[in-house]
């Protein structure tokens, strides 16, 4: 497991990997445009052991302070992807550096797929 990790005159402070993605997942709840977060092979695995739901769909990659995120997500059919993923990206990199200091060196967004709103069947009788 690796560490954001500070230095500090009165010793280290270090913040594991889960709760950086902790702190992306309860991030990414802030957009509507994303329906949910998609697993990956680490989280179907991690959840066999307990792993904090919101860290489904956040990869991290830390090393002392910086980190790089991937998320793996499912978004709302009919809008703009680039400008959502931008924004999101801005999103977790400001909250990130609120609340940890650490450096984001990169914010990877995969989407894994696209949710469809349910067709309305159309009738004749109407």
Known sequence: MSLAAKHTEWGDIQ???????AIVGIATREFSE?????????????????????????????????????LYIRVRYGLRIPDLALR???????TLEKYTEVTV??????????????????SGDG
């Open 34 to 70: 994303i329906v949910g977060m998609e697993a990956t092979l680490i989280n179907d695995l991690s959840s066999m052991f307990g792993k904090d739901p919101n860290t489904l769909g956040v990869s991290i990659d830390s090393h002392e302070d910086e980190v790089k995120v991937d």
């Open 105 to 122: 060196l990169a914010i990877n967004v995969y989407v894994q797929s696209i949710a469809f709103d349910p067709i309305e069947s159309v």
């Open 88 to 94: 999101l990206q801005e999103a977790v990199r400001s």
């Open 15 to 21: 913040i594991s990997d889960e709760s950086l993605a």
